[in-house]
T-cell receptor
Framework: EDQVTQSPEALRLQEGESSSLNCSYT??????LFWYRQDPGKGPEFLFT???AGEEKEKERLKATLTKKESFLHITAPKPEDSATYLC??????????FGSGTRLQVQP | DAGVIQSPRHEVTEMGQEVTLRCKPI?????LFWYRQTMMRGLELLIY????????DSGMPEDRFSAKMPNASFSTLKIQPSEPRDSAVYFC???????????????FGPGTRLTVL
């Protein structure tokens, strides 16, 4: 069964304290792995697409990486404005898109 | 571009009533997606269209739910009759496929918050 599991469910960081969010997936024939950011009361906002193991992408303080079983979203020196829920989504397998439940990140000043 | 437009932004109705949610995708995008988000179940894909044709409706929960896309610039999601458990935020998203890739970056609308009493 296609599954995407995100950990931790919630993460509280101090401003400047780097950390990583994990996304484990069991999808046969992965076609793409997506990361989105969602702020309260808004729709998800696209961050990255990763297509193959070993691929990395960066945007400001965020870097996404992909292995054959996991993806990580690394946050370097986060700021309060990075506080949001981060969603991991896979494309492939029997389902068009499989969503993780998200990691709620709170960055305190 | 105005982005994906959804209406209404909020809808409160009584159980048994028909509800119609509307979506205008970004011009030129050839994929349109409908999602439902709740605290309990997170974000769920209900149905998606490619070039106005429904491709996968396996996420539609019941026959009470139906979706149409009569043209490239408009789609509706209808619930008839509505039930309290349908209360959720419904998102519409659109994307432009790249050659050789099934799914690409999706642009989400602001959502419609539906409350069924």
């Amino acid at each position: 069964e296609d599954q995407v599991t995100q950990s931790p469910e919630a993460l509280r960081l101090q401003e400047g304290e780097s950390s990583s969010l994990n996304c484990s997936y069991t999808v046969s024939g992965l076609r793409g792995l997506f990361w989105y950011r969602q702020d309260p009361g808004k729709g998800p906002e696209f961050l990255f697409t990763l297509y193959s193991a070993g691929e990395e992408k960066e945007k400001e303080r965020l870097k996404a990486t992909l292995t054959k079983k996991e993806s990580f979203l690394h946050i370097t020196a986060p700021k309060p404005e990075d506080s949001a829920t981060y969603l991991c989504v896979s494309s492939g397998g029997r389902r068009a898109l499989t969503f993780g439940s998200g990691t709620r990140l709170q960055v305190q000043p | 571009d105005a982005g994906v437009i959804q209406s209404p932004r909020h809808e409160v109705t009584e159980m048994g009533q028909e509800v119609t949610l509307r979506c205008k995708p970004i011009s030129g995008h050839d994929y349109l997606f409908w999602y439902r988000q709740t605290m309990m179940r997170g974000l769920e894909l209900l149905i998606y269209f490619n070039n106005n044709v429904p491709i996968d409706d396996s996420g539609m929960p019941e026959d009470r739910f139906s979706a149409k896309m009569p043209n490239a610039s408009f789609s509706t999601l209808k619930i008839q009759p509505s039930e309290p458990r349908d209360s959720a935020v419904y998102f519409c998203a659109s994307s432009l496929a790249q050659p050789g890739l099934s799914y690409n970056e999706q642009f989400f609308g602001p959502g419609t918050r539906l409350t069924v009493l």
